[in-house]
């Protein structure tokens, strides 16, 4: 057999793999490794100098000798971080005492589960909710391309709710559940990032949060709550989570270390305390999540959970301060480039071009007069140096055509500024009118 005989076709492949999601997440790879000079407001990724002052050793010394002062002998501390650990995860403990101290999430450490990530999480709780054909995954419109690929994978439907200035639109939600009822289907689940979302920025309302969760109490179906970019508010400006307004159970919260510690742990969590009916009495939906874990990646690797501990506990066992230099960073951040913006194009922009000013979070949201499609950006890296990431990815409709998404994250603000430039230089030559 040659290198060019082909075993199989495509088609005999599983059909996310045609997905063309997948397809643009691989082109801006390309660009971005074709064009390494240009400045790049793609990429969601935390700051370098976030990255730079973790002691790895320091923090696994320190949890293991917080699990010494528990009760384990040193040789027992050390193979815990060693050995394969618990589906389940080594560090729900300290998960559960911050997220009850900092965000008054009322979740004991049973009712967590530690994932390889936030991706694992969702991927996991949409495997355990999703039993039935006729169920359906509500998701914002614009959404995490995390969720929408993970319900791929999974063969689950979809239908998209628009979000408005005050977070999801509750009557277009209440549309949906009615339409999927009448179709003799149900909407089982709903998947919201109610700070700061991805890609979109949007911040859900105190109103429309407490109003969130009294529909889905009515309607019957659970939140996935996505609390990624929570940690960017200012102190005096955090909302609580829904998980921390949930008096029914009606939430689970997925939470990541991947931006307030650093990605390369791969830790995350899920809370996940609702009650489930067994054979034997009843348990938390944590439990099957980690029955599930055990055949996707086994465990969360102890030795990442480790550092993770540690560095809670470096920062008193409190999210917050381990946070709080990062968070300052990024709303720096944001700031240049909302204000950068501004003084570039703000005082008299070409015909159709507007931003959006989050007040935390990683990225702006711009419209464009134009589609802001892949040849688009091929000309706006090639000519202009500047990359962004076209928004049409985080759609199910193609109500996202002419919008760009901008991400400030992973730039120093001297980058902000030229970035800036170029990328007025590109709309004025490019899409201006």
Not at 46 to 64: G, I, M, Y
Not at 152 to 171: A, K, N
């Amino acid at each position: 057999m040659t290198e060019d005989t082909a075993l199989f076709d495509a088609a005999d492949l599983h059909g996310s793999l045609r997905d063309p999601l997948l397809g643009s997440l691989g082109f801006l790879n390309e660009v971005m490794g074709r064009y390494p000079e240009a400045i790049s407001f793609a990429p969601g990724a935390p700051h370098p100098d976030t990255l730079e002052s973790v002691d790895l050793t320091a923090c696994v010394d320190r949890f293991v000798d917080h699990e010494v002062a528990l009760g384990a002998t040193p040789g027992q501390a050390r193979r815990r971080v060693y050995e394969y650990g618990p589906s389940r995860g080594l560090i729900n403990g300290l998960v559960s005492e911050a997220l009850r101290r900092d965000h008054g999430i009322e979740a004991g450490p049973e009712s967590l589960v530690i994932t390889a990530g936030a991706q694992e999480g969702m991927l996991l709780v949409l495997r355990a909710l999703f039993a039935s054909p006729r169920d359906v995954l509500a998701v914002a419109n614009p959404c995490f391309v995390g969720i929408t690929g993970s319900a791929r994978l999974l063969d689950l439907d979809l239908v998209s709710i628009d979000e408005s200035p005050d977070g999801i639109d509750l009557d277009g939600l209440a549309a949906a559940c009615r339409a999927c009822r009448a179709a003799g289907r149900s909407v089982r689940a709903l998947y919201v990032a109610p700070d700061f979302s991805n890609p979109g920025g949007t911040t859900m309302s105190p109103a429309c949060r407490r109003q969130l969760l009294d529909l889905a109490g009515q309607e019957d179906f659970l939140v996935i709550e996505d609390n990624t970019y929570g940690f960017t508010a200012a102190t005096d400006q955090a909302l609580p989570p829904l998980k921390a307004l949930d008096t029914d159970r009606r939430v689970v919260h997925i939470g990541t270390f991947a931006k307030i510690a650093f990605p390369g742990a791969r830790v995350g969590y899920v809370v996940a305390d609702q009650p489930v009916a067994g054979e034997v009495g009843t348990h938390p939906l944590a439990d099957d999540l980690a029955t599930l874990k055990t055949v996707v990646t086994v465990n969360t690797s102890p030795l990442c959970q480790a550092v993770i501990g540690g560095l809670l506990l470096q920062h008193g066992g409190s999210l917050v301060a381990l946070g709080r230099r990062k968070s300052a960073l990024y709303r720096r951040n944001l700031t240049h480039l909302t204000d950068a913006l501004d003084h570039h194009l703000g005082e008299l922009p070409p015909a159709g071009i507007t931003w959006n000013r989050p007040r935390g979070g990683f990225f702006v949201r711009m419209r464009l007069p134009v589609p802001a499609d892949a040849a688009l950006l091929e000309v706006s890296a090639q000519k202009y140096g500047v990359l962004w990431t076209p928004m049409a990815q985080f759609y199910l409709d193609s109500s996202g055509e002419r919008q760009l998404r901008l991400s400030c994250s992973y730039l120093d603000p001297d980058q902000i500024d030229e970035g800036v430039r170029r990328l007025t230089a590109f709309v004025k030559g490019e899409v201006g009118s």
